[in-house]
Nanobody, 123 residues
Framework: VQLQASGGGLVQAGGSMRLSCAAS????????IGWFRQAPGKEREFVAA????????SYADSVKGRFTISRDNAKNTVYLQMNSLKPGDTAVYYC?????????????????WGQGTLVTVSS
């Protein structure tokens, strides 16, 4: 599967933004999808993940209550709705696919990655 993340840009603190992760291929529904982010000089960190059907989301504590992950398997797309954004959310955001369908928070567990989209939150 090939993934392409989009929707990043510049937003003021307190604002909202929605990222999309579009996938190619007919087997999109067989993958769980995760969002990760990487700020300059920092390691890539888990943000959220969603199960194959979309019924089970998982979130990092740092974004719980502010971010919502969802998916539309008919459109081969996963979304990350980000509200109440903070300057600390500034990073390149990546989506990734896990062929084993887990809700993993470790980058190494994911098999396919998109190219990333930059989110910048100004104070």
């Amino acid at each position: 599967v090939q993934l392409q993340a989009s929707g990043g840009g510049l937003v003021q603190a307190g604002g909202s933004m929605r990222l999309s992760c579009a996938a190619s291929g007919r087997t999109f529904g067989s993958y769980s999808i995760g969002w990760f982010r990487q700020a300059p000089g920092k390691e890539r960190e888990f943000v959220a993940a969603i199960s194959r059907s979309g019924s089970r989301p998982s979130y990092a504590d740092s974004v719980k209550g502010r971010f919502t992950i969802s998916r539309d398997n008919a459109k081969n797309t996963v979304y990350l709705q980000m509200n109440s954004l903070k300057p600390g959310d500034t990073a390149v955001y990546y989506c990734a696919a896990d062929k084993f369908g887990g809700l993993r928070d470790t980058p190494l567990r994911y098999d396919y990655w998109g190219q990333g989209t930059l989110v910048t939150v100004s104070s």
